[in-house]
């Protein structure tokens, strides 16, 4: 008997599964044919499991399937599930017609249903892949609304599909708001994979601020960052000058290999570690970190040298470059286009010509492709080393074979003509840039229109402009003029110095504390335990640093660097004119234009106002802005007006550069103070600094101006050893202090390796011959005139 009950309720669940399958179909084909008019809702027996079938039913039309939804919804006695809506809305999703949601989501909130949050993550994830990021935040509003509860895995995947969309505020909104939802019982229940793509994508938009903040949330919540995000970390803070705290996560990150098998530092680490280091000048500690890495059990990779060679050649350490290429060769690496271009850019920064030559055939000769790129340092190291015919020719070669050279390379060759005074080869030049589809960019504009002022030559404009294919470019420069000789031309104060309007900072001792401020957190560092007469960092260092650690110096630069708030108040590149980074650095940039006009023709007062009146409206000034008043400064005599730009810079915590030390050392020699230059120098040297062949020629001129002929040798030797090449500047300046110092052998010494050397004497050299041959008729006439009178007193 109960084998008889058992079978006749099997035949009535199959019975009933038939009867329910023919109703679907007689539905859909209903609708199919006709749609919902001809739909019986008497005839009907509405249920849930009745309208999941239809809407599943992929060969029914969506738009069919829509309006049986919508036909079901006002039928008496029936009200769709969340279960209905959600299957509705994953067919939406899939078809694409996302149109239909918004009359949907407005219905599912009359009928006060509320889906659960896979069905809100399938919303988000539609609507952000089709860019609709308005109608995603009206999703995440329409989820608080209803109380559904912040998922975290939900909301991990929205960020990080966000960020691959390039949405990165709304992506940070959605963070944050994600952040302070968790409580602190509970965990954090973030996915690392979404916090280390925020902070990548932070760091790309170089969004200092909101990293900072973005990481300091992070770890107040206790978030536990893996390898990736420590490396993006000391990356990022590293990029942006903050040593100190890149340092401290290395070593946070080595105190955590024991805990819960986290690895350690891998070679991404060192990687970005040394990356930091190169790029706030301390190459040197980068050398040493890399000695640990091959002993820490780490093999380095192409970046690792690509790194090394690029910090080398910015900081002219050109024989650790070399050594490093030949390593990176023997370890297996061929290197690129990138590593050769630095070595070619380094190479020609230290005058040093033919290696660089021989370089670039090396290149060739390895297969490695020259880009434009190679071609560009080419030509502008040959025009900076005297060789403009040589520079010249190969651009016109280049030209005939089309695609190596751009639209940089007519700006390099435009601007030397500017410099030379050929200005009308120079607008040709333009005129053959544009017409060969180049753009005719904010660096080229304004290297004419220096060139022009400077000649007097203001009605060319017109004939530059009209080659301007920038919409946008040529009506603000012509703007900008028409506002700045506005302002110029004030009546009220046409008569007034504006030279003045530094503060007075002209005492040595205000030079010195300012340059001394820039190495604060180093003299703290070295302060003297009264007790025991060591410096409390020996003490510390001795005491903390694991003597059997893979990178005991790192360890060792992470305790010396005390301050959390070190930045960096050295630039390693030297500014520039021109940033052309984006629209808001174009008044800067037309600033820093006119600024070279005025102060070329020695309107300081005018450079001076020009100054003023744009600060004043909220222009921040850059290095170079900064470095041009405060020489010109120096060149006309002003000194006390030259340290008040010097205080003013510091100040606005203005990055120093290796152009505002040359001004120092040449402010200081006019003073004659040239006895501070070493000091100066080693401060230099102290923050990641470097000579360059200008700072050399500086020092040498400011150290024998000064009498100290012997130390101006010695820097002469040291320059010769650190792969700086000398050029005329440098010659001619010591065969004239040694001339004036009465060593006409000394002189004639360097006259002669000048010769050698293949520098070509120019009018300087001339003149200061002249002097030496006069120098030594008045020594021969001396010791002719010593003779006779020996002879007579004899008598």
């Given at each position: 008997?109960r084998h ?10 199959t ?5 329910n ?16 008019r001809?739909?019986d809702?008497?005839s ?5 499991s ?15 399937r829509?309006d049986?939804?919508r036909w ?19 067919a ?12 949907l989501l407005?219905?599912m ?14 919303l988000?994830?539609?609507f952000?892949r089709?860019?609709r990021?308005?109608?995603a935040i009206?999703?995440?509003?329409l ?6 509860g912040?998922?975290?895995?939900i ?8 960020l ?9 909104s959605?963070?944050y ?11 954090i ?6 916090c ?8 790309k938009?170089?969004?200092k601020?909101e990293?900072?903040?973005?990481f300091?949330k992070?770890?107040?919540k ?6 990736w995000?420590?490396?993006?970390c ?20 080595k ?7 986290f690895?350690?530092?891998?070679l ?8 930091v ?6 190459v040197?500690?980068?050398?040493i ?17 690509r790194i ?19 390593d ?8 690129d286009t ?9 190479l020609?920064?230290a ?8 370089l670039f ?8 492709k ?11 190291g ?5 060789r ?15 695609p190596l050279?751009d ?5 390099i ?10 200005l009308?080869?120079?607008l ?14 904010l ?20 004939r530059?402009?009209?080659h301007?294919r ?11 003029r028409?506002n700045?000789?506005a302002s ?6 046409r ?6 309007m530094f ?6 001792s ?33 005491s ?11 360890d ?5 660097v ?43 007062s005018?450079?001076?106002?020009l ?23 120096v ?9 008040g730009?010097?205080h003013e ?10 152009a505002?030390?040359?001004v120092?050392?040449?402010g ?5 103070r ?10 230099l ?7 360059d ?6 020092l ?26 000398p050029d ?10 040694h001339?004036?110092a ?9 006259l ?7 520098c ?13 041959e ?5 020594l021969?006439?001396?010791k002719?005139?010593i ?9």
């Amino acid at each position: 008997m109960r084998h008889g009950i058992t079978l006749s309720s099997a035949l009535l669940r199959t019975s009933s599964r038939i009867e329910n399958l023919l109703l679907v179909a007689s539905v859909s084909k209903t609708l199919t044919e006709s749609g919902t008019r001809n739909l019986d809702g008497d005839s009907i027996p509405l249920c849930e499991s009745l309208v999941l079938q239809v809407l599943r039913r992929s060969s029914l039309d969506l738009f069919k399937r829509i309006d049986f939804f919508r036909w079901a919804s006002r039928r008496p006695g029936y009200k769709h599930s969340f279960r209905v809506y959600s299957q509705i809305f994953q067919a939406v999703c899939q078809t694409g017609h996302l149109d239909e949601l918004r009359p949907l989501l407005s219905l599912m909130k009359e009928d006060g249903v509320v889906v659960d949050s896979a069905t809100f993550k399938l919303l988000l994830d539609a609507f952000i892949r089709s860019y609709r990021f308005d109608s995603a935040i009206e999703i995440l509003d329409l989820m608080e609304e209803q109380g559904t509860g912040l998922n975290p895995r939900i909301y991990n995947s929205v960020i990080v599909a966000l960020l691959r969309k390039n949405q990165l505020d709304l992506a940070l909104s959605m963070f944050y708001k994600l952040i302070e939802a968790l409580s602190g019982d509970n965990g954090i229940a973030l996915d690392a994979l979404a916090c280390n793509e925020l902070l990548v994508a932070l760091r790309k938009a170089d969004r200092k601020a909101e990293f900072k903040r973005t990481f300091e949330k992070l770890r107040s919540k206790g978030f536990g960052l893996d390898a990736w995000g420590y490396n993006i970390c000391i990356h990022a803070f590293g990029c942006w000058g903050d040593l100190a705290t890149s340092l401290k996560l290395f070593k946070e990150m080595k105190q955590k290999i024991s805990k819960s098998g986290f690895s350690g530092p891998d070679l991404c680490t060192y990687n970005s570690l040394i990356h930091v280091l190169c790029s706030v000048g301390k190459v040197k500690d980068a050398l040493i970190v890399w000695e640990e890495l091959k002993g820490s059990g780490h093999e380095p990779d192409a970046f690792t040298y690509r790194i090394l060679i690029q910090g080398c050649c910015k900081s002219y350490r050109m024989d650790d470059a070399t050594r490093i290429f030949s390593d990176m060769q023997h370890s297996g690496f061929h290197p690129d286009t990138v590593v050769y271009n630095s070595l070619l850019d380094g190479l020609l920064k230290a005058r040093k010509v033919s290696e660089a030559c021989h370089l670039f055939e090396k290149m060739v000769q390895d297969g490695v492709k020259a880009s434009c790129w190679s071609y560009n340092i080419l030509i502008d190291g040959l025009f900076k080393n005297g060789r403009a015919l040589a520079a010249y020719t190969l651009f016109s070669d280049l030209k005939k074979k089309g695609p190596l050279v751009d639209g940089v390379t007519y700006s390099i060759v435009v601007l030397h003509l500017c410099r030379e005074g050929h200005l009308d080869d120079a607008l040709q030049l333009v005129e053959e840039m544009e017409a060969r589809g180049f753009v005719v960019d904010l660096v080229t504009i304004t290297s004419v229109l220096i060139g022009l002022h400077k000649q007097g030559r203001w009605d060319w404009a017109e004939r530059l402009m009209k080659h301007v294919r920038d919409v946008t470019l040529v009506p603000n420069v012509i703007k900008w003029r028409y506002n700045m000789e506005a302002s110029m031309r004030d009546p009220q104060n046409r008569q007034k110095d504006f030279t003045p309007m530094f503060p007075s900072e002209g005492s040595i001792s205000e030079i010195m504390s300012f340059i001394a401020s820039l190495s604060k957190d180093a003299d703290i560092d070295s302060q003297i335990d009264s007790e025991n007469g060591r410096s409390q960092s020996e003490d510390e260092t001795s005491s903390s640093i694991d003597h059997w650690s893979s990178s005991p110096y790192v360890d060792q630069l992470a305790n010396e660097v005390k301050s959390t708030n070190y930045s960096r108040l050295f630039s390693m590149s030297k500014g520039r004119r021109v940033q052309g980074k984006s629209n808001d650095s174009f008044d800067i940039d037309m600033i820093n234009t006119y600024l070279s006009v005025f102060l070329a023709k020695g309107k300081l007062s005018f450079a001076c106002k020009l100054f003023e009146i744009f600060t004043e409206m909220g222009v921040n000034p850059i290095s170079y802005t900064y470095n041009s008043i405060m020489c010109s400064f120096v060149k006309k005599g002003y000194f006390s007006e030259a340290w008040g730009v010097l205080h003013e810079m510091g100040k606005k915590l203005c990055p120093a550069d290796i152009a505002t030390y040359n001004v120092i050392i040449q402010g200081l020699g006019k003073m004659g103070r040239a006895d501070l230059a070493s000091i100066v120098l080693n401060q230099l040297m102290g923050h990641g600094g470097y000579l360059d062949i200008v700072m050399y020629n500086t020092l040498i001129h400011a150290l024998g101006k000064g009498g100290h002929i012997d130390e101006a040798n010695r820097l002469f030797e040291q320059m010769m050893k650190s792969g700086v090449n000398p050029d005329i500047v440098t010659f001619n300046t010591l065969i004239e202090i040694h001339v004036k110092a009465g060593q006409l052998k000394e002189a004639y010494k360097f006259l002669k390796m000048m010769l050698d050397a293949g520098c070509s004497p120019n009018h300087v050299t001339d003149t200061t011959l002249d002097f030496l041959e006069k120098e030594i008729e008045k020594l021969r006439y001396q010791k002719a005139s010593i003779k006779p009178n020996n002879k007579e007193d004899a008598i």
